[in-house]
């Protein structure tokens, strides 16, 4: 091997795009603006879902002939 240090291997960036990574790097994922979260809707929602399936399945139910 001509190089024996691994960190010679990677190509160094000038100070302007250094800025430019670090900038990104700062922001984060997080960085976007999120609505609050809203136990409550949750929680309406896992209520209509399930009496949907419930009503859909009653209906299966008897067009089958089981009720």
Do not use: C, W
Request: proline share 6%; net charge negative.
């Amino acid at each position: 091997m001509s190089n024996d240090k691994p960190e010679d291997d990677h190509p160094v960036l000038s100070d302007e795009d250094q800025a430019r990574v670090d900038r990104f790097v700062r922001t984060g994922v997080n960085a976007t603006e999120k609505k609050p979260f809203r136990p409550l809707l949750l929680i309406v929602l896992l209520i209509v879902v399930v009496t949907g399936f419930s009503l859909l399945s009653q209906l299966l139910a008897r067009m089958a002939g089981v009720y």
